[in-house]
C-alpha cells in the first residue's frame, strides 16, 4: 500500500467548485492523521487559478487535459481517473457528493475494486480505521460503516465539512495531455434552470408549502429569497399539486438539504419534509397552526397569518441588507 | 427492443424509522412496504418505451419473497415478466448490481431502467454499478429521454440546472421524478398481471465491501421558541437571526 489519498477536484466552467475545496480541508486532515500522503487531481480544459488549493494544504494536482473534456464524460472521466488511482498507488479517494461525484464515484469503485461509501457527513479515524456516517432514510436515521476493501472511496456531502485555511503550500500543477479520451457517454450542454440559486448548494432557503394556496403566492416566496440571496425550495405538496417544479422539491423524494438557515413557510412539516431539512443550522417556521409539526424542530416560529408576516419580514431584511 | 427495469421494495415513506434490536437496521414491527417511488418512473418509462419501440418488459428484483408483493404492483402496470433474484440477507450496494448484472447478462436487455435511489438505504449508485459491471453505458438521474436508432440523449438533473448527454444503446437509465406521470394500474392490469410468471432464482454469492457498525437515530432539533403570532414579532425574528443564531 503506497499510504496515499487522492482527493477529486470538479471544475464547472474551469472554476474549482467550492465543495472540492471541503473534499481537499478533509484530504489534508485524515491524511496527517493517518500519516499518509496526498495529492489531487481534476479533469478539464482550460483552468482557472487551480493554484488556489494550495491555501488548503493541497501540494499537488494533476490535471488531466483535453478540450473535450471541459465538461462531465462518465466514461472519460471515470477511466482516467481510475487510470491515476492505480498509477499513484492511492487507497483513500475523497470525491464530493454532488450531480457528478455521486455519477462518477460508482463507476470508479468497478475499475479499481474498491468499497464505495456515499453522502457521508462524517469522517473519523477509529483504531486505524475510516469510520464513515451517513444519513438513510433520507435522514431518519444515520449508519456508521467501514469498508473492507483495500481501496476506499468515500463522496462528501457538500456543506457539512469545514473549509480551512492551513499549510499554505506552493502547488505544484502537472499537466498531462490526455489523447483519445473515451466519450461514449458525455455532455453535449448545459441548461440553466430559471431559478436563480439551487436548493442543493444554497446556504439559506426560503421553502414555501400549501399553505401558499396557490402558485400565484410564491412570488411572496420569492421576494423574501431574493432580500438575503436565498434559494426558493418547495414541499412536496406544493410540487405535487403542479406549482412548482420539482427540482425544488426538498424532503424524502426531493433533496436532504442541510443550509445555515432554512425557513419554512406555510409548511406543516410532514415526517418526510424534515427528513429532508432537519439537519440545517437555524430553522424558522411560519406557520398560522402552532400545533404543527414543524415547529418541533424549528429554532424560532411565527405561529400566523403568513400573508401578512412575510412581506413585513421581507421589509425589514431589506432593511437590513442596506 | 428487450427491456429490463430492476425495482426494489421498500419502507413506505411516511414510515417512523425505529432501530432493531440488532442496532444496524431498522425495527421491522409494523412497516408497510411499497414499491420504491422512484422505480414508478423508471416502470412508466420501460414501459413508454415499448409501446414505441416494441419488445418485452422483464421486472427483476433482489431479496426476500416479499418483493414479489412489488414485482406484481409492476407486472400490473404493464410489465411482461418478473424475475426474483433470491437472499434473505440484506447486501450491499455491489452485492445487489452483482447478482442484477449476471442475470441482466443471460437476458440481453438493450436498455435498462432503474429508480435513481431507492428511499431506505439512499444509495444512489446500483444503477451505475450494475451498467460498470455489464459494460453497459450509463445515464442516471434522468428527466427527460430520447431514443433514436442507436442513440439515446437523456437530460439529467445537476445543480442549477439539466445538463443533455449523449451516448448510445445499450445503456442504463436510472429515473427522477419528472421523467414521466406513472400510470396506475387497471383493474385488468391487475388481473392478468396474476397469470404472468415471477421466475424465482438465487442471487449470486458475493462479499459485502461494506460492512454497517451501526444504525443511530440522529440528534433531534429540540424545539425552539414562538416569539409571536402576528408581524409585530418580525424585527424580534431578525434580530434573532443577527444576533443570537449569527446567520445573516
Sequence with gaps: MANKILVFLEQRSGNIKKSSLEACCKAVQLAKELNYDFEAA????????????????????????????????????SKILADQINQIDADIILLSNTALGKDLAPFISIKINAGLVIDCIKLEIENG?????????????????????????????????????????????EVVQVENPDLRSRVIEYKKSDGKRDVAEAEIIVSGGRGLKGPENFNLIEELADSIGAAVGASRAAVDAGWRPHSEQVGQTGKTVSPNLYFAIGI??????????????CIVA??????????????????GDLFEVIPALTEELKKYKS | ????????????????????????????????????????????????????????????????????????????????????????????????????????????????????????YDNSIVGQLTAELLNYNCISVVVNLNIDGNKVIAEREIEGGREVVET??????????????PRYASLKGIMAAKKKVIDEKPA???????????????????????????????????????????VI
Design chain 1, 129 to 173: 480505521e475510516i469510520i464513515a456516517t451517513r444519513p438513510v432514510y433520507a435522514g431518519k436515521a444515520l449508519i456508521e460503516s467501514k469498508l473492507l476493501s483495500n481501496k476506499k472511496i468515500f463522496t462528501l456531502r457538500p456543506n457539512v465539512f469545514p473549509i480551512v485555511e492551513s499549510d499554505n503550500k506552493q502547488t505544484q500543477v
Design chain 2, 1 to 120: 427492443m428487450k427491456i429490463a427495469v430492476c425495482v426494489s421494495h421498500v419502507p413506505d415513506t411516511a414510515t417512523k424509522i425505529i432501530v432493531g434490536p440488532d442496532g444496524k437496521t431498522i425495527d421491522q414491527n409494523g412497516v408497510a412496504f411499497i414499491l420504491n417511488p422512484y422505480d414508478e418512473y423508471a416502470i412508466e418509462e420501460a414501459l413508454k418505451t415499448k409501446e414505441k419501440f416494441g419488445g418485452d418488459v422483464t421486472v427483476l428484483s433482489v431479496g426476500k419473497e416479499a418483493n414479489k408483493e412489488t414485482i406484481k404492483k409492476a407486472l400490473a402496470m404493464g410489465a411482461d415478466s418478473g424475475i426474483l433474484l433470491k437472499d434473505e440477507n440484506d447486501r450491499d450496494s455491489l452485492g445487489i448490481a452483482k447478482a442484477l448484472a449476471e442475470e441482466i447478462k443471460s437476458l440481453g436487455p438493450e436498455i435498462v431502467f432503474f429508480g435513481k435511489q431507492s428511499v431506505d
Design chain 1, 286 to 303: 411560519i406557520n398560522k397552526d402552532k400545533e404543527a409539526p414543524i415547529f418541533g424542530v424549528a429554532d424560532y416560529g411565527i405561529a
Design chain 1, 42 to 77: 481534476v479533469v478539464g480544459g482550460d483552468l482557472n487559478n487551480v493554484e488556489s488549493v494550495g491555501r488548503y494544504g493541497i501540494g499537488k494536482v494533476v490535471h488531466f487535459k483535453n478540450d473535450s473534456l471541459k465538461d462531465y464524460s462518465s466514461s472519460g472521466y
Design chain 1, 268 to 281: 406543516s412539516g410532514a415526517i418526510q419534509h424534515l427528513a429532508g431539512m432537519s439537519s440545517s443550522k
Design chain 2, 168 to 181: 448510445t444503446l445499450p445503456v442504463v437509465i436510472t429515473a427522477q421524478k419528472g421523467l414521466n406521470e
Design chain 2, 204 to 246: 449470486v454469492v458475493s462479499e459485502p465491501l461494506v460492512e454497517v457498525i451501526k444504525m443511530n437515530k440522529p440528534h433531534m432539533k429540540q424545539a425552539g421558541r414562538i416569539i409571536g403570532t402576528d408581524k409585530t414579532a418580525v424585527p424580534e425574528l431578525v434580530r434573532l437571526l443577527k444576533e443570537e443564531a449569527k
